[in-house]
């Protein structure tokens, strides 16, 4: 053998060391996943990461190529959260509820925590349509903007375990709610009026909302839209008072629970 090929030979073989310790930590993985679900344990938790992710800091200080071993390291910590979600979930999540109600967040929240993709209604639309909703609102109307979400909701039933942020108004129409069920689960999130209008008081991007921030107008219109709401859900979370993470944890415990009930 040449030098050549006896370096060659080197980094095969850590190839296949560095594969066979992939492997080996992914099922890993998949058993905390699973050890974690059969007992109620939570799914989220930052400190951990943060915990390991000082670890990859310390253990990389004065060594050559940092950066390039930290790069892999993240893609290998994305990869779990992926792993983690493919073990918990396998259905496409929908997000639904009034304006305020968190849906934004929540999808954010599993977009970081378990890598899922997050297809954000509102934003598309205002994006393909090249103005803000509440342009699209002003200069085509309501029912324009209304078949657009039904359209883009038909086009996510091709995708898998996405989540999708919907607008607050999606579930009012029977079509965009089978569509819907046809490829996931549809979470409800609830909030009080009182929630609704802390949280919202400060935006202006809701335009059914803009003239119209007082408690009454957001009751009266949650109440008139609650038996849609209702009647479109799969699950239902209420989220007064209620962190992110933990409206998270309920989620994916519901999501499961309902998927098993199936
Ligand atoms: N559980 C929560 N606790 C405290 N604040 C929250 C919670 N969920 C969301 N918020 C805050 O409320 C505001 C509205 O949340 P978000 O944008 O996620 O709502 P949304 O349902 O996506 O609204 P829209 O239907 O208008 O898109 C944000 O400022 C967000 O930070
Ligand atoms: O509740 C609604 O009807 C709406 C909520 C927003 O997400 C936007 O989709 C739009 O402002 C309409
Ligand atoms: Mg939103």
Known sequence: MNELDRLKSKIRQCDATILEALLERNKGIEEITLYKKEHGLPFFQREQEMGIQKWLKSETVGKPHKQEVEDVFFSIYKGAKKIQAEKLLDQNIFLIGFMGCGKSTVADFLNRELSMEVIEMDQIIAKREGMSISDIFEVHGEAYFRELETKLLKEVGSCSRVVVSCGGGVAMRDCNVAEMKKSGCTVLLTACPETILQRTKDDHDRPLLEKNKSIEFIAELMEKRREKYEAA??????????????????????????????
Do not use: F, P, Q, Y
């Not at 979370?237 to 409206?247: A, P």
């Open 233 to 262: 859900a799969d699950i239902i979370i209420e989220t007064d008072g209620k962190n992110k993470k933990e409206i998270c944890e309920e989620l994916v415990r519901k999501v499961i629970a309902w998927s098993e009930r199936r």
